[in-house]
Structures are given as C-alpha cells and as structure tokens.
C-alpha cells in the first residue's frame, strides 16, 4: 500500500479488457482494447492518463468503477487503499469515497432532479454545500430544481464536477471533465481538484490534452493503443524531452506549439510524415518506403 514514502490509493495492475460479439452462425470474436495496463494513483497526487480519441481512457475509468457493459470480460487486478476491489467494495465506495465525473453526462439519472442528484444519498445535510458548489461553478440556485434534459451540455458538466467536489471523496477520477466549459470554470475545476490532491486526496485526470496535463498533474501517464507505455513525473517533461523514455512520450512532448511542432521523423527514410507503429519500449517507421 506504500511506494516509498507515498500512500498508494488506487492501484491497477495488468488490467485487460475486452469486449466479446457474436457474428455470423454465433462465432464468438473477442476484441481486446486494453491490454496489461498498470497505473497507481497516490495520495496527494494528481496523475493524469493522456491519450488520444478512441485509446480506452474512458474504458479505464468504466472498469475501475465496474460500470462496463456485460459483454465486456476483465482481467488483472485492481486495489484500493490495499484491498482488492470487488463488487462489494466498489458498491461502498461509489460516490462516497470514489467520485466519478464521467465524460458523457448521460451519466445523469434522468429522472431525478439535479440538486438532489448532487447531494445524493447524504441527502438533505449535503444542501449547504450544494448551495456552495452551484455556486462556485456559476449554477444558478434554480438549476437544482431542473431534469437533466433541461441543462445545456457546460451546465450538466458543472453539475457533475459539484457532484465530485461536495462528496467527502478521497479519490475523484474525472474523465475529461474541462471539454465545453468557459475557461474561467474550467480553471476553477482544475484549482479545485488541486486543492483536493493537496490536501493528501488523489486525482485521476483522464484527459487527451498533454497541454493541460502538464498544467495541473503532478505524474503524466501517457496511454497508447489500451496501454500506459510511460508514466513519468511532470518534471521529466522538459527541455527536449530527454528525460522521457519512451520516443512516443518524446514525440507527443515535442510536437506541442511550445516546444515548436516537432514532429517525429524516421531515422532511415528521414520523412516525418511517416507511419508510426508503437509498441510498448518503441516506435518504429512503418512507411513502407525503405522495405
Ligand atoms: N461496448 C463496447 N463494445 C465494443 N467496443 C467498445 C465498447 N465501448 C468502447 N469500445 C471501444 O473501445 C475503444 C476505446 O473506447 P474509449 O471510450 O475508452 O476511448 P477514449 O480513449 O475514452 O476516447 P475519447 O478520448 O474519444 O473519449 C474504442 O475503440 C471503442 O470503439
Ligand atoms: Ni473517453
């Protein structure tokens, strides 16, 4: 449960996930999209998982909270606070010590009101501090009283970051909660969820901006094809990038406007236009113009 000197909150280990289809006279296919993917999450930390659309962040978060649709299998191994998360635990840690803010905010109950969805089963007790985070992310006071059909897609988002924030959570795993927001609230989430990792809770910020990333989190772990293939500290992600150890993580860093569009270039066909096949330790030009 100790790394060192830091309180391991949330460790996953070797997880898998597949999804499993029937096709033509009931072959059953299996399609792996996260494959031995390994990520901790310490106290007082923010640690954010960076990958592109369509990479399986999302599907991360889904597993870690067991909210993943039947025909999806898992392997591997999951812990909080040292101790195996299985249905039970997970069921008593659901917005209570775990918040999640998901990135679809079809994640709302539709038929509850929202305040109510915001205080949640603490109920009437948590209403001072609804009445707060409404108000801290520019909710009007009415807004608790509407469906979620009856919110814009920035106010729902809203709703779900209170959500978090109000809970007496120590880890809120936030998957892309910033996307539609105006900045001044999207800077107000990120203050928040700082203040949150100072206070020894931890973050998990699944986000596809390593700009922002490299704003806010302590930890970067950078997620390629249903794997982390580097988890590095934000220091690591300086200068020209020397510090990182995978050419994926090096590409990503130098490609930022920052850093001057740098693009990755093939070392045989000196095109950087090339196309790039990942593993876990390399990235190799798969051009085809040198075979
Ligand atoms: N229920 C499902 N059945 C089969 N495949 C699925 C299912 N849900 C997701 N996938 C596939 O898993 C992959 C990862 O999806 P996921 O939503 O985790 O990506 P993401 O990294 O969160 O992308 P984005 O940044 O766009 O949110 C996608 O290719 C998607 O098609
Ligand atoms: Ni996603």
């Given at each position: 449960?100790?790394?060192?000197?830091?309180?391991?909150?949330?460790?996953?280990?070797?997880?898998?996930?597949?999804?499993?289809?029937?096709?033509?006279?009931?072959?059953?296919?299996?399609?792996?999209?996260?494959?031995?993917?390994?990520?901790?999450?310490?106290?007082?930390?923010?640690?954010?998982?960076?990958?592109?659309?369509?990479?399986?962040?999302?599907?991360?978060?889904?597993?870690?909270?067991?909210?993943?649709?039947?025909?999806?299998?898992?392997?591997?191994?999951?812990?909080?606070?040292?101790?195996?998360?299985?249905?039970?635990?997970?069921?008593?840690?659901?917005?209570?010590?775990?918040?999640?803010?998901?990135?679809?905010?079809?994640?709302?109950?539709?038929?509850?009101?929202?305040?109510?969805?915001?205080?949640?089963?603490?109920?009437?007790?948590?209403?001072?501090?609804?009445?707060?985070?409404?108000?801290?992310?520019?909710?009007?006071?009415?807004?608790?009283?509407?469906?979620?059909?009856?919110?814009?897609?920035?106010?729902?988002?809203?709703?779900?970051?209170?959500?978090?924030?109000?809970?007496?959570?120590?880890?809120?795993?936030?998957?892309?909660?910033?996307?539609?927001?105006?900045?001044?609230?999207?800077?107000?989430?990120?203050?928040?969820?700082?203040?949150?990792?100072?206070?020894?809770?931890?973050?998990?910020?699944?986000?596809?901006?390593?700009?922002?990333?490299?704003?806010?989190?302590?930890?970067?772990?950078?997620?390629?094809?249903?794997?982390?293939?580097?988890?590095?500290?934000?220091?690591?992600?300086?200068?020209?990038?020397?510090?990182?150890?995978?050419?994926?993580?090096r590409a990503l860093f130098r490609a930022l406007p920052q850093n001057g569009f740098q693009l990755p270039y093939c070392p045989k066909c000196g095109a950087?236009?090339?196309?790039?096949?990942?593993?876990r330790t390399e990235m190799r030009c798969a051009c085809g113009s040198h075979d």
């Amino acid at each position: 449960m100790v790394a060192g000197q830091k309180t391991v909150l949330l460790d996953v280990q070797g997880l898998s996930v597949s999804f499993e289809s029937y096709h033509a006279f009931l072959e059953k296919r299996a399609s792996q999209v996260i494959s031995d993917l390994s990520v901790q999450v310490y106290a007082g930390e923010i640690l954010a998982v960076v990958g592109s659309s369509g990479s399986g962040k999302s599907l991360l978060a889904h597993a870690i909270m067991g909210i993943l649709p039947d025909n999806a299998r898992t392997g591997g191994s999951m812990a909080y606070k040292g101790k195996e998360l299985n249905r039970e635990y997970r069921e008593a840690l659901r917005g209570k010590e775990i918040a999640f803010i998901p990135q679809s905010v079809a994640y709302l109950d539709p038929l509850m009101r929202v305040g109510g969805q915001v205080r949640g089963i603490v109920g009437e007790k948590l209403r001072d501090a609804q009445e707060k985070a409404f108000a801290k992310y520019r909710l009007d006071l009415q807004a608790a009283n509407l469906y979620p059909f009856q919110l814009s897609g920035g106010m729902a988002r809203r709703v779900l970051i209170s959500t978090a924030v109000v809970t007496d959570a120590e880890l809120i795993i936030a998957d892309e909660p910033t996307p539609g927001l105006d900045l001044a609230i999207a800077v107000q989430a990120l203050q928040d969820f700082r203040e949150f990792a100072d206070q020894g809770k931890g973050v998990l910020l699944i986000t596809h901006d390593i700009d922002l990333a490299l704003h806010v989190a302590d930890r970067i772990s950078i997620f390629h094809s249903g794997t982390v293939i580097e988890t590095a500290q934000r220091e690591e992600f300086s200068g020209d990038g020397e510090g990182l150890k995978h050419p994926y993580s090096r590409a990503l860093f130098r490609a930022l406007p920052q850093n001057g569009f740098q693009l990755p270039y093939c070392p045989k066909c000196g095109a950087s236009c090339a196309v790039w096949e990942i593993s876990r330790t390399e990235m190799r030009c798969a051009c085809g113009s040198h075979d």
